[in-house]
């Protein structure tokens, strides 16, 4: 009989701080919410933060979708990546935009808010050389004539360099 | 009456990093310099980083102080990029040549 009171405790316990944890977790919820209506002056503007991390947002998608104006996507030779392909690096650009706006950028610099003129050209910089980068690496990862001439390039540099230094020392 | 002066350091410090990211836009996107090759397409990239980097560093830095020679830095960095231009601009000339001079060979073996 004890024990079945105590366990009935344990369940209305269980059941308060898990109610307790949702009604707190909806409260901060309604914090993160004032937060980003809070006002920030941009262009003698004063617009709500949700507006910035938006323009970031759709900023990341832009540069990402200006590197389809390059060449490397508008040559009409057979390098030219496929369909399905370009969506991969569309994707992999924006993320890295967003990757770049609202985790190195606070990440690297030393302010605690950096301004937002910043993130917004970040986002559009590293959304577009995500893009390009991406392709690149893609490419050297397929082309196994490239791998190799890179890798030959890496051998002829690193081996001129050893000579230099040897020679140098046996000059002495 | 003293003029204001309109173009000092702390101008030229603030303006670089935008200059050098507009060439980096020049250069993807003008049909007159040809960005269809790797290491050129990475090496504008790299640039584009270095660019924002450095604006980072004027923006988002408590410690960095711009001196002339920082200053001087950033000029010889967007004058290195003006030469990087220079060369994609003769190479993809060069290429373009090329390329009509072996059309018109095609076009005068398929008459022959």
């Known amino acids: 009989m004890q024990h079945n009171i105590d366990t009935a405790k344990l369940t209305i316990g269980l059941i308060t701080s898990s109610v307790a944890s949702i009604f707190s977790a909806s409260a901060s919820a309604v914090a993160i919410t004032d937060q980003l209506n809070q006002t920030h002056t941009f262009l003698y503007l004063n617009l709500p933060i949700w507006v910035f991390f938006f323009t970031v ?15 490397i996507y508008t040559s009409d030779m057979d390098q ?12 992999g650009g924006f993320f890295s935009g967003i990757i770049g706006a609202f985790v190195l950028l606070p990440a690297l610099t030393d302010a605690a808010s950096p301004p937002i003129e910043v993130m917004l050209m970040t ?7 995500g893009v390009v980068l991406i392709n690149n690496l893609g490419d050297l ?13 890496l051998i002829s540099r690193v081996s001129w360099l050893a000579n230099i230094f040897t020679k140098g020392n046996g000059d002495r | 009456m003293e003029h204001p002066i309109i173009i000092n350091f702390q ?3 603030n303006i670089t990093p935008y200059l050098g990211l507009f060439m980096c836009a020049v250069v ?3 049909g007159r310099y040809c960005t269809n090759r790797k290491s050129t397409s990475t090496l504008i990239v790299l640039y584009g980083f270095i660019w924002l980097g450095l604006l980072w560093a004027d923006v988002g830095s408590t410690v960095f102080v711009p001196s ?16 990087l231009m220079l060369d994609i601009a003769g190479s993809t000339k ?12 095609r076009e005068n073996d398929s008459k022959n």
């Open chain 2, 11 to 13: 101008v030229i410090n």
């Open chain 1, 80 to 91: 030219r990546p496929s369909v399905l392909q370009q969506i991969f690096h569309l994707a």
């Open chain 1, 123 to 129: 986002a559009l910089v590293m959304s577009f050389s």
């Open chain 2, 28 to 30: 993807m996107f003008s």
């Open chain 1, 57 to 71: 947002l759709l900023l990341s998608m832009l540069g990402s979708a200006a590197s389809l104006l390059t060449d």
């Open chain 2, 68 to 83: 002339r020679h920082t200053i001087l830095a950033r000029v010889l960095l967007v004058l290195s990029m003006a030469v």
């Open chain 1, 141 to 153: 990862k397929r082309d196994k004539e490239l791998q190799d001439s890179v890798r030959k390039l």
């Open chain 2, 94 to 105: 060069r290429i373009s040549k090329l390329k009509s001079k072996i059309r018109e060979f």
